[in-house]
């Protein structure tokens, strides 16, 4: 879709480095400024817990704990609980602009720096030397690999010269990184299963856009070199296109709702990075199949925090509220918007949400900073869950039926049909759920913690992922 509509007209369009300002910078005080002051505070006061913050170590053993027992949890949480960290100082400091925050950040920066990879031990097998600790000479991008460059890259542009007030190696430091551990790789090698140019039997998933939107975030904010950035564009572009051109005409999502927040969503992130950087001119949000496969996450959506759950997904999940309203808005559906408005107020993001728990992204300030910039528009939009009547995805077979259309009153049952070779299958054809008055009656068991059986051939030995 995207190589074939834009690709002649991308290197007119695309914006220079320095000419590509999608947000506010800790500078422009008038904009931070401008948000409620219950987010502002709700931000420092997570900033001001974080000074003196004892960074979690990332020994060896642990990152091998995976390979050797299977456990993937002990060493995620240690090297997510940095990200979210350092997440917190940044967003503390461009809310107050006052610097107490940068010593602790630079502590965070650095220590991210040092990981000798940033590929999670569950996904490093695809390097040659297997599953095992990290080559550092073959960099493995998996999707927080390309979450890190992301945030890295996020920080480089809203603190720009203020961190050289701690030092002047900092900011080298990070974009030498970020080129050499993201965007060379992703340049120069084609074999990334995940962008989908070497054939794997079946089409990308999830990774695919979610790694995209954080190397093209990379890109557009790092690489300053017009031609290394426009080609770095460009092959994202046709590995983005790799995910939506086979992608169901109906919009569903196979993996289930909680991955739309990482396969549709992650394609919007994507598709708005493009959208800003050619100054509104590369846009497809008038296109039939982007309008559905937003639609998809309130077509799935039960009541309350329920959602039908089959594959890999919990029936309670926390969906972006921010980014499910401005991808209404792009696309024109207002239900859509008022869906997002609805879970905005559900979250509290008007009031300083506390922004730990399952509702949190990792490490995600690509997302935060549109939200912070709309928060004046969810105040004023219609909040109304959709909630509708009946629907039928017809090129994944799913259905779904309630008894009333804008209520949950009354029965409510879905089902899937289709096939067992869907990403994240739980080999669950002709499962159904049933609820009543928005409430759980017959219920998908979901999903478990993950572990090394998970995506393993032994995946149908765990048993909510078999189809008895």
């Not at 190696?169 to 299963?193: A, G, M, N, S, Y």
């Not at 572990?451 to 030995?461: G, I, L, N, P």
Request: aromatic share 12%.
């Amino acid at each position: 879709m995207l190589t074939e509509r834009f690709a002649a007209s991308l290197p007119d369009w695309l914006l220079a480095h320095d000419a590509w300002r999608p947000y506010p910078t800790v500078e422009d005080r008038d904009a931070w400024s401008r948000l409620p002051a219950a987010v502002r505070t709700g931000h420092i006061k997570r900033g001001d817990a974080r000074l003196g913050y004892a960074w979690p170590t990332l020994p060896a053993t642990l990152y091998l704990e995976f390979p050797r027992i299977g456990n993937r949890i002990n060493f995620e949480t240690s090297y997510f609980a940095r990200r979210y960290a350092l997440t917190d100082l940044v967003l503390a400091e461009c809310m107050s602009a006052d610097g107490r925050y940068l010593d602790e950040i630079v502590n965070g920066l650095w220590l991210i720096c040092e990981e000798s990879t940033w590929c999670l031990p569950a996904h490093i097998r695809h390097q040659q030397a297997g599953n095992t600790l990290s080559d550092t000479g073959e960099p493995i991008v998996d999707l927080f690999a390309a979450e890190t460059s992301s945030l890295l890259a996020w920080v480089l542009y809203l603190l720009g010269e203020r961190l050289d007030g701690v030092s002047p190696v900092v900011r080298p430091r990070l974009k030498r990184e970020i080129t050499q551990r993201i965007l060379t790789p992703c340049l120069v090698r084609d074999d990334f299963w995940w962008m989908g140019f070497v054939d794997m039997g079946r089409r990308v998933n999830n990774w695919n856009p979610w790694i995209c939107s954080n190397w093209l975030a990379s890109i557009l904010l790092v690489e300053s070199d017009p031609a290394q950035r426009l080609a770095g564009v460009e092959k994202a572009v046709r590995a983005l296109d790799n995910f939506i051109d086979p992608y169901p005409q109906d919009g569903g999502c196979d993996e289930g709702p909680n991955y739309w927040g990482r396969a549709g969503a992650s394609l919007f992130d994507c598709l708005e990075l493009l959208h800003s950087a050619t100054a509104g001119r590369l846009d497809v949000y008038g296109d039939p199949l982007i309008g559905e496969i937003g639609r998809f996450v309130y077509r799935a959506h039960i009541d309350d925090d329920f959602y039908l759950n089959f594959a890999d997904a919990s029936a309670i999940i926390f969906p972006e509220a921010s980014l499910i309203y401005r991808y209404g808005r792009r696309i024109g559906d207002d239900a859509m918007a008022q869906f997002g408005a609805w879970l905005a107020a559900k979250q509290h993001l008007l009031s300083g949400r506390e922004v730990t728990g399952p509702a949190r992204v990792p490490s995600s300030l690509g997302r935060a900073l549109p939200e912070f910039f709309v928060l004046d528009e969810l105040a004023n939009e219609a909040q109304t869950p959709p909630l509708v009547r009946d629907v039928w995805l017809p090129e994944i077979q799913v259905m779904v039926a309630r008894d009333q259309a804008g209520t949950a009153a009354g029965f409510y049952v879905a089902a899937k049909g289709g096939h067992n070779d869907e990403s994240h299958n739980h080999n669950d054809i002709g499962n159904f759920v049933v609820y009543r008055d928005g409430k759980p009656v017959l219920v998908d068991a979901g999903v478990e913690t993950y572990t090394a059986k998970t995506f393993s051939e032994r995946r149908y030995e765990i048993w909510t992922m078999q189809s008895a």
